[in-house]
Every structure is written in C-alpha cells, then in structure tokens.
C-alpha cells in the first residue's frame, strides 16, 4: 500500500466512525421522537394514563397489554384504564381501541435498539409473574421533572453539571450562590439510589433529543473544576433548572 493509499484508507476510516456516531445519535433521537408522539395520542384519549403495559420477546417483538393509571399507593396496584384484549370487562368502545395498532407500532419502533433512551422508562412489572414490562410515559416536560425531583432533595438547587459520557449521570449541583458570589456546590446529591437512576435516565433523553439539548444545555463555565479532578469535555454541560412551583 503507498502512502497515498494509507492516508486515504485513514480518512475514511474516520469519516465512516463519524457518520456511525451520527447515525447512532439519530437513531436515540427518532426513538424518543415516536415514543412522545405516541403518548401525546395517548393521552388525548385517556388522560389518566401512566403506564403501558406490554410483553416482550426475545426476538424484539412486542405484543401490547393494557393502560395503566397511576398507582395509588405503594402496597396498590396501577388501575387498570384499558385492555387491548377481546372479552375486556368494559363493554363500551374505548378512545384507544382507535389507536391500538399504532400504539403496538410505535412502541415497538421506540424500543428496537437495545441503546434506545427509551428503556429508561422500561421497568418489570412487578405485580406480574409473566412476561410483563411497564413502560411509564414520558413526562410532557422532561426538564420540569428534573427540577422537581432535584428540588424534593435539595430545595435550593439552580443547576446542574450533567455528564453526557455517562448516559446523563449528574456531576454536580448547585445551589444559589457562595459568599463571593459564585455558584455554591451541594456537598453530594441527597437523592436515593432510585431517583438517581430516574434522573440519569430523562437526563438521557434530554441528551438524545436536540431540540430539547439545544433549549436547556449550555456550555460549562470557563473556571468549572471536575469534581473529581478529571478533564471535561462538550459533553459535559451545564443545565440551568427552571422554576418549579
């Protein structure tokens, strides 16, 4: 191989990682794009919906279940709003039997990949001994959740520092301003294992969508100290929480 050929084997070598990154990204985009269309119809024909039940098999299919409410309490069950089976005890025609096939569809579309942002709303439905997932629908303002659920731990909380290497871990949080004027550190989030994993994963989607990325990330300060001492790089960026009521 002469030099010439080497150097052209490099180059598109590199073009070709790039352009598999990019279509990685996008497709993490698309995902969550289908899956928010979905439960905007969704909730437009039943308001109350929470969850989405369905099975899932090994070969990346799904077949979808039901419509859950809101669990009531922590020993109740989610109420269930809807079935997609024949023989459901409600007689009357629902909203959703409209928009079965497309909420089977889209589902299916939402979870394909295995890196879809998605999952993170996927957990096992734990008041079933069969094959049977949960997938919580997406809160209509994703940036919104975060500040309340930050702010149930640390009240005074205006920003974080969120870790786009790691699917959206949360570095730092700051909360109103130090003495000399400057943003003031929380020693270490206050949060559970639990909300930890429920922020890393719609801080994800946040990441994965750029329009929301774009409307609520920013760049870090200059003077940003890793808290762990480590370089930074622009995945790692700054979002500024807003208001919560």
Request: aromatic residues 6%; glycine residues 4%; proline residues 9%.
């Amino acid at each position: 191989m002469t030099p010439a050929e080497h150097d052209q084997l490099a180059i598109l070598g590199q073009q070709r990682k790039e352009l598999l990154a990019d279509s990685r990204q996008v497709e993490r985009a698309y995902c969550l794009a289908v899956l928010d269309h979905i439960t905007a119809k969704i909730r437009v024909a039943c308001p109350e919906a929470v969850y989405v039940s369905f099975a899932f098999y090994r070969d990346r299919t799904l077949d979808l279940d039901c419509v859950l409410g809101e669990q009531p309490s922590p020993l109740g069950t989610c109420p269930e709003l809807w079935s997609n089976h024949e023989g459901s005890d409600n007689p009357d025609e629902h909203p959703l039997d409209n928009i079965a096939h497309e909420i089977e569809s889209d589902l299916r579309t939402a979870l394909a990949p295995y890196t879809s942002p998605a999952w993170a709303s996927v957990h096992r439905n734990s008041a079933s001994d069969g094959n049977s997932w949960l997938l919580e629908l997406p809160p209509a303002d994703r940036a919104a959740r975060v500040a309340e659920l930050v702010r149930e731990h640390h009240p005074e909380a205006t920003a974080l520092v969120v870790d786009g290497r790691a699917a959206g871990r949360v570095l730092d949080i700051f909360e109103s301003v130090a003495d000399d004027g400057t943003p003031a550190r929380a020693p270490r989030p206050r949060w559970s294992a639990a909300c930890d994993t429920v922020l890393a994963g719609l801080l994800a989607q946040v990441l994965a969508l750029p329009a929301l990325a774009d409307r609520h990330l920013m760049p870090l300060p200059g003077d940003y100290t890793h808290p762990f001492g480590i370089s930074t790089s622009d995945q790692v960026r700054l979002m500024p929480l807003p208001p919560t009521a």
